[in-house]
């Protein structure tokens, strides 16, 4: 009798201990940030940027796929937007530092459909640090022209 009430707690502890884990954020390597580049009101003499926004900075897969479930996909949106996620503390512009000595690496499609999937796709190999010399990726853009 005493060893099934030994297996009950065991059994008990370890289920309250999964679920206990199961609550805690998933913690990603770093931070990273999302922007928001709303380019379609040129306006006179503007420097490049100006429009430029933060939205948002997450560093655990929970906010992540909260903020993703939140923000319209790029298809959804007309021409001249941006979408740009970085590594918390870098902006996505050249002018920044980590970004200096960067280059860029563009995939283009005639499918919107196919631009969304892109998208998720790349963000989640990004924030997974799955990239070769993750290190060296300040970040990604997506936009729609």
């Known amino acids: ?86 590594k918390g503390g870098i902006e996505p512009k050249w002018e920044d530092p980590e970004c200096a000595h960067g280059g860029n690496w563009t995939v283009k499609s005639n499918k919107k459909a196919s631009l969304d999937s892109m998208w998720l796709e790349t963000l989640m190999a990004l924030i997974g640090e799955h990239f070769n010399e993750a290190d060296k990726i300040c970040g990604v853009v997506a936009s729609v022209r």
Do not use: N
Request: aromatic fraction near 20%.
């Open 1 to 86: 009798m005493a060893s099934e009430a030994g297996v009950v707690e065991a059994t008990a502890t370890e289920a309250h201990t999964a679920e206990t884990v199961a609550k805690q954020p998933h913690k990603l390597e770093r931070k990273w940030s999302l922007w928001f580049d709303d380019m379609w009101k040129p306006k006179p003499r503007a420097a490049w940027g100006f429009s430029l926004r933060k939205v948002y900075t997450f560093d655990t897969v929970e906010e992540f796929w909260c903020l993703y479930d939140q923000i319209f996909r790029p298809s959804k949106f007309g021409a001249i937007f941006y979408f740009y996620l970085f």
